[in-house]
């Protein structure tokens, strides 16, 4: 089992900054990719950004250079740092973790990053 907490969503302007955070627990050695979807009301969930456990890194073209996954192994976490945001950001984020042992990802629970003016 892998348990995944987010946290770091919220209200901001556009062109503001947030960081999300993907804490992992439970059998962490067993993660091969971590990363962030997002789904905004009315539209299917997308992939926004991976980190594999070999350091490989891919993005959505609508996030790059904007966005910017990164992990703390120390803490077991991982980081996506948005820059720049746009009211098409406006979503919810959900961490999700690959795993060895199954073909379905583990989910966290979703944060809600809302930009408006």
């Known amino acids: 089992q892998v348990q995944l907490v987010e946290s770091g969503g919220g209200l901001v302007q556009p062109g503001d900054t947030l960081r999300l955070s993907c804490a992992a627990s439970?059998?962490?050695?067993?993660?091969?990719?971590m990363g962030w979807y997002r789904q905004a009301p009315g539209k299917q969930r997308e992939l926004v950004a991976v980190?594999?456990?070999?350091?490989?890194?891919n993005y959505a073209d609508s996030v790059k250079g904007r966005f910017a996954i990164s992990e703390d192994g120390a803490k077991n976490t991982v980081y996506l740092q948005m820059n720049r945001l746009k009211p098409e950001d406006t979503a919810v984020y959900y961490c999700?973790?690959?795993?060895?042992?199954?073909?379905?990802?583990?989910w966290g629970q979703g944060t809600q990053v809302t930009v408006s003016s």
């Open positions: 439970g059998s962490i050695g067993s993660i091969t990719a």
């Open positions: 999700y973790a690959d795993v060895t042992f199954r073909t379905i990802p583990y």
């Open positions: 980190i594999t456990s070999g350091g490989s890194l």
